[in-house]
């Protein structure tokens, strides 16, 4: 069993209550019980050459993937936005929903698809050779899911989820962005300065578009 912080047994329970397909139901509970296969869980079983996560270049488990890798985070971030409320930051800010699900049915069911176009989205670059395509694919997958899981809500349920489609429609559609944290901008500014300036650090957009400049980013529009 995973060692979230905060995580009661109760919780687990609630899944199976959740307005979501049989399969999801399954998947959240080997999830809470970290039974998914992601490679630091294969490597328990042989040897994984490579454990790097298919998004980034840090080693996969399942608390990398859901929540703290870079693609992970800025869904997470944008799923928080409309929601208004943070969730994503680990498992208990999501399973903590559950057990008011008739209150929070909406809410659950993004976060259940959230994870769920994760994993998927994970299998696809794995085994289906996918390509990366940004956050936008994310994005529309779940936006697709929800629109799947419309029925399995209350009718005075369906405007909000729409709602919730139609921003992350209007997101996946717009350009990539490119997201550094606050550290990693200071350390960009304290690189490169201004052209005929030596003493004055250049704006963040200076430092971002000659960063680039020097820098391959392999980027593909959704």
């Known amino acids: 069993m995973l060692s979230f912080s905060g995580v009661s047994p109760v919780l687990i329970l609630a899944v199976w209550k959740l307005n979501i397909p049989p399969r999801v139901h399954i998947f ?83 976060c259940a698809a959230t994870l769920w176009s994760l994993w998927k989205s ?42 919730i489609v139609q921003r992350l429609l209007e997101e996946g559609s717009s350009p990539p962005k490119i997201c550094w944290d606050s550290s990693t901008q200071l350390q960009v500014l304290s690189l490169v300065r201004s052209p005929g300036d030596q003493s004055r650090p250049a704006s963040a957009a200076d430092a971002c578009a000659i960063a680039i400049n020097f820098q391959t980013l392999d980027v593909v529009f959704p």
């Open 28 to 110: 959240l509970w080997l999830l809470y019980n970290n039974k998914l296969l992601t490679r630091d869980n294969l490597q328990k079983r042989r040897n994984v050459a490579d454990r790097s996560c298919l998004f980034c270049c840090e080693e996969e488990s399942v608390n990398h993937l859901f929540f703290d890798c870079c693609v992970a985070k800025l869904t997470w971030e944008l799923i928080s936005e409309i929601a208004g409320m943070k969730v994503g930051t680990n498992f208990e800010s999501i399973g903590r929903w559950w057990i008011s699900n008739d209150k929070n049915a909406v809410l659950n069911c993004a």
């Open 122 to 163: 994970r299998n696809h670059l794995c085994f289906q050779g996918g390509t990366w395509q940004g956050e936008g694919q994310i994005l529309g997958s779940i936006a697709k899911m929800l629109k799947r899981w419309r029925v399995l809500l209350k009718q005075e349920k369906h405007v909000g989820l729409d709602h």
